[in-house]
């Protein structure tokens, strides 16, 4: 176990996900200042429960990912832009005072029954379910005028199954409970499963925005 900086947001970090943020509150800034002094800068990014990121009194989650800092521009007054990259999960044990910025014990969050493999195949069924939820996102596109995300290429995805599902759910426009139920699942096969409802829920609440 080991103590380190915690970012609480209202949003979830899924790991080898880019993580862009403009750091503007004093208490950030100064986490930031200490991370850069380190060797590997990086926190901790945790979903807020209950509450605002900004001004502190937040109820936050006991699952999180590590958020390394590969660029960073300070733009005065204090303030930075960051260039952040989602590594590994990590379980908080127990929240410290939030002296000087938010801290915690954490420890890693490793896959459960890490030998367990997924094939390729069992991807066919989720990717037809991408490709039918994309139909419809570029339908709701044109008559809500939505901004969506472009259609994702699925031969640009990790060869790994386990890379691949992180990546696959970072490409959907979920939400964040959604994409909560994938970071805290066991293992790879749990996490696709999660994947897969996830798909089938966002699918479902596109296809309601397209009823007449």
């Known amino acids: 176990m080991s103590v380190i900086p915690m970012f609480p947001l209202g949003s979830v970090l899924l790991p080898g996900e880019r993580l862009p943020l403009h750091i503007f509150e004093p208490r950030y800034q100064a986490l930031v200042h200490d991370c850069l002094e380190q ?10 429960a209950r509450g605002h990121e900004a001004g502190g009194g937040d109820v936050r989650h006991d699952v999180a990912t590590t958020a390394h800092i590969i660029g960073h521009e300070a733009i005065g007054d204090g303030r930075y832009l960051l260039e952040c990259v989602g590594g590994e999960r990590i379980r908080i044990d127990a929240w410290l005072p939030d002296d000087p910025y938010p801290l915690a014990d954490v420890r890693p969050w490793l896959d459960e029954d890490v030998e367990s493999v997924i094939a390729d195949t069992e991807f066919d069924t989720t990717w037809s379910k991408v490709e039918d939820l994309y139909d419809l996102v570029g339908r709701l ?3 809500d005028e939505v901004v969506t995300p472009g259609f994702p290429d699925f031969l640009s995805l990790p060869i790994s199954a386990a890379e691949k599902i992180w990546s696959l759910a970072a490409l959907i426009p979920m939400g964040q409970s959604d994409r909560l139920d994938i970071l805290s699942a066991p293992n790879a096969r749990a996490r696709k499963t999660a994947l897969d409802d996830a798909i089938e829920n966002v699918t479902a609440v596109v296809q309601f925005r397209l009823q007449p």
């Open 141 to 143: 596109e044109s008559t």
């Open 39 to 48: 060797d590997d800068p990086s926190f901790g990014v945790v979903l807020i």
